[in-house]
């Protein structure tokens, strides 16, 4: 008699379990997750939302301003009038000029100066280095705010107080010891080979200041004029304390005493001149940014 075999039933493998289900997160990590989340949501509508409050702002009639809500939408979304009101009735373009004529050949004088001094500081050696720069570091704790009357006073006794040179002085003044100091900080940390190679090859000190020195710190001199700048374009006490005439005010002086017909407070060009200076000075900010990371992270020196 003939038996008849019969195949063993395979069992097939049991299915993969979702990998959802078999990494979940343990809750105190979730809860950490959303607490990180709503912290980063409120901080960015505490950053965003002076910003779009000023867009819509400048957008709005002096009517909107003063007949509706404060948090109303404008009635046109394409009421660019504050903008052309601000620029020419505004003197926007001349408070403009005036704090390119003061901010920029300060700066120049701030990091030439500075950087020239931070090399001599840590790369030279001579006698009183070290007394010199806790001088420079002495500066950085002399309040601004305790000398403007002297400064007031020997700038009227010179006869230059009706131009922009009391606020160029003063800013390259001022700005020099945090700019010693930080270069002086950038020069101590390039390798002394590469200067002591130069002076066997010949170099003389200036040859080894313009062609090894400042190529090596250009990134920092990207990240001090950026600190610089920022420091001088949006000073306010100093601008209004050396300039005595409308024609030579900057622009933050002259946002301080935006005015209309009458001495009425024009909102709408209020508005607009305050985009205009906020979004220029971050257009600025987000290139330089850019190009002080990059130079940051571009290569680097192996000693």
Known sequence: MSQTMTPARVTPPPAPTDRRQ??????HVVRRSIWTGALTAFVLVIVVYPLVWLVL????TQSEFLNNPTFALPESWTNFSNYVTAVTDGNL??????SVLAVFPSLAITILLGVAAGFALEVMVWKGRGTTLLLFLAGIMVPGQMILLPLFTMYFEVGITGTLWPLIITYSAIGLPLTVFMMATFFRNVPREIFEAATLDGANIFRTFFSIGLPLVRNAIFTVALVQFFFIWND????LTFTNRDDLRTIQVGLLNFRGQFGQVDYGPTFAAICLNVFGTLAIYLFLNQRVMKGMTAGSVKG
């Open 57 to 60: 702002g400048s957008l709005k």
């Open 22 to 27: 078999r990494r979940r997160r343990p809750p």
């Open 93 to 98: 373009g001349t408070y403009a000029r005036n």
């Open 236 to 239: 306010l006490l100093i601008a």
